[in-house]
C-alpha cells in the first residue's frame, strides 16, 4: 500500500516556476515508478512525465519537454516534478501517481489527492 500527499501547488504569473512534491508512505516506493497527470476543469486527466522505480529513465508528453522536469529521492521517499516557463495553459489539479512505468493512468495504481495550479497575471 501506498499513500501519495502532493503539495507546492498555487497562484503563479506567466513565465513563472513552481516545484511539486508528492510525499509517499509505504515500503513500495522505491519499486515503483512514479508520475505525474494533470486534469483541466473540463478535460480528461493528461499524462505529463514519469520515472522509473531507480530513476535512471524518464518519459514525458510533448507539451511539457524542456519545461517539466520530474526527479525522485528514494531516501526521502519523495518524487519532484519542477515546472519552469509556465503557461496559462498548464492551469489544472496536479496528480501524483504510482505504479508501472507507463503513459496510460490506468497503469497507475495510487494516486494522490492532488494539488491546484493556477498560473494567471
Known amino acids: 500500500q501506498v499513500q501519495l500527499v502532493e503539495s507546492g501547488g498555487g497562484l503563479v504569473q506567466p513565465g513563472g516556476s513552481l516545484r511539486l512534491s508528492c510525499a509517499a508512505s509505504g515500503r513500495t516506493f522505491s519499486s515503483a515508478a512514479m508520475a505525474w497527470f494533470r486534469q483541466a476543469p473540463g478535460k480528461e486527466r493528461a499524462f505529463l512525465t514519469t520515472?522509473?522505480?531507480?530513476?535512471?529513465?524518464?518519459t514525458s508528453a510533448d507539451s511539457v519537454k524542456g519545461r517539466f522536469t520530474i526527479s525522485r529521492d528514494n531516501a526521502k521517499n519523495t518524487v519532484y516534478l519542477q515546472m519552469n516557463n509556465l503557461k496559462p495553459e498548464d492551469t489544472a489539479i496536479y496528480y501524483c501517481?504510482?505504479?508501472?512505468?507507463?503513459?496510460?493512468?490506468?497503469?497507475?495504481?495510487?494516486w494522490g489527492q492532488g494539488t491546484q495550479v493556477t498560473v494567471s497575471s
Open positions: 501517481a504510482a505504479g508501472g512505468y507507463s503513459t496510460y493512468h490506468f497503469d497507475y495504481n495510487y
Open positions: 520515472i522509473s522505480a531507480r530513476g535512471t529513465s524518464t
